[in-house]
């Protein structure tokens, strides 16, 4: 069972960047499709991005042209980096790990999650 830990949360201006990066725990990382998912308070968890383990990507409208995700299958990490951060991208942002892509922008989809990062984006 694969074991994941966001890291690169934080307090960014509006305008800013800020990276977000997810470690896996096991060496068959390579096997894993992955997404970033975000809820905010009193809204519902919602996909940000996916990534194949081919490397094809598929993003939210929402972020699309803002986010970028990404992988290292060599250090077992995904990344995601987000520029021109607005206050609607305030959110506690998650890494999850699935076998198949699938429904890639559905919750049910992914059977393993981490514990999340906090991201504010304030003035």
């Known amino acids: 069972q694969v074991q994941l830990v966001e890291s690169g949360g934080g307090l960014v201006q509006p305008g800013g960047s800020l990276r977000l990066s997810c470690a896996a725990s096991?060496?068959?990382?390579?096997?894993?499709?992955m997404g970033w998912f975000r809820q905010a308070p009193g809204k519902e968890r919602e996909f940000v991005a996916h990534?194949?383990?081919?490397?094809?990507?598929y993003y939210a409208d929402s972020v699309k042209g803002r986010f970028t995700i990404s992988r290292d299958n060599a250090k077992n990490t995904v990344a995601l980096q987000m520029n021109s951060l607005k206050p609607e991208d305030t959110a506690v942002y998650y890494c999850?790990?699935?076998?198949?892509?699938?429904?890639?922008?559905?919750?049910?989809?992914?059977?393993?999650w981490g514990q999340g990062t906090q991201v504010t984006v304030s003035s």
């Open positions: 096991e060496r068959t990382f390579s096997s894993y499709v």
């Open positions: 999850a790990a699935a076998w198949y892509s699938g429904s890639y922008d559905n919750t049910d989809q992914y059977p393993y």
């Open positions: 990534i194949t383990r081919s490397g094809a990507t």
